[in-house]
């Protein structure tokens, strides 16, 4: 009897064991490895490469941690930012990560992860230009005649090709190099972007050249959004699921935290830690 009941509960313990590496399996499965996952660079603090090639910024490190925290290998792929959702569908990469806004928009197209960084839309300008003086929000008849740059296809170009198009000349750019000369040679009067990317494409990285004016702009939701997340194929709930848990896990053990300070320590910017 008793050899009968040891061998009964090593069944059983077998038995949960097998469950336990199905689950494992399963679950693996899920994540491809390599992660391929589309960028568009540069885009700095978010992603951009250092003189050596090597790729870094809040994007870059938060992405190897995730796809160490899920088991399996980076592969950055680099895509222009208004063909980067084409991409996606295109099976050019597997995720978007890339400082894409959650929008009722792009969830028509993409399915999305949590959030994991919410941060406001500002308005840059050089030193010496009036608007530098303004304090309040820029509206229609400050910007009535001027040129104003932004990223092609984001929500920054919808917002202002939506309220200002009227009044003002929009410009479009692929690069953000581009539209930094085309600000410091006076072609383009304000460019409006992510916050913590105008201040250091712009003012930290030009030596008092460029200024942020007006109001930090956050709403309506239906430019804004709910802040950036890691898009995916709409069929890739498993994925999804996979990426959530780690993102959560991140934040428990402070890595979203430490990224933060890192490289927005001096942004009015917040991360979705909440």
Not at 14 to 23: D, H, I, N, R
Not at 135 to 162: C, F, M, P, W
Not at 169 to 183: A, H, P
């Amino acid at each position: 009897m008793k050899k009968y009941v040891t061998r009964s509960l090593m069944g059983i313990t077998l038995g949960l064991s097998t469950l336990a590496m199905t689950a494992t399996s399963v679950q693996a499965a899920d994540v491809p490895d390599p992660l391929r996952l589309g960028i568009d660079m540069p885009y700095a603090p978010f992603g951009y490469k250092l003189p050596s090639g090597e790729l870094t910024g809040f994007e870059i490190e938060l992405g190897n941690a995730l796809c160490k925290q899920l088991a399996t290998h980076c592969q950055w792929v680099e895509q222009d930012f208004d063909g980067i959702v084409p991409g996606l569908l295109a099976r050019k990469y597997d995720v978007i990560m890339s400082a894409l806004t959650i929008n009722p928009e792009r969830e028509r197209q993409v399915l999305f992860s949590a959030p994991y960084f919410t941060p406001p839309s500002g308005w840059f300008v050089k030193a010496d230009s009036p608007l530098a003086k303004v304090t309040g929000a820029l509206d229609s008849e400050a910007l009535k005649g001027k040129v104003i740059g932004v990223q092609r296809g984001n929500l920054q170009d919808h917002y202002v090709t939506d309220l200002y198009g009227q009044v003002a000349e929009v410009r479009r750019y692929t690069k953000l190099d581009d539209l930094v000369l085309d600000m410091d040679s006076g072609r383009v009067d304000a460019a409006f972007l992510d916050q913590p990317v105008g201040q250091d494409t712009l003012v930290n990285a030009n030596d008092g050249n460029f200024v942020n004016t007006g109001t930090a702009i956050s709403e309506p939701k239906k430019y804004f959004g709910d802040g950036f997340g890691i898009a995916m194929k709409q069929r890739d709930r498993a994925l999804k699921k996979s990426i959530d848990s780690a993102l959560e896990q991140l934040k428990a053990d402070g890595t979203l935290k430490r990224l933060n300070a890192k490289y927005f320590a001096a942004e009015k910017t917040t991360t979705t830690s909440q």
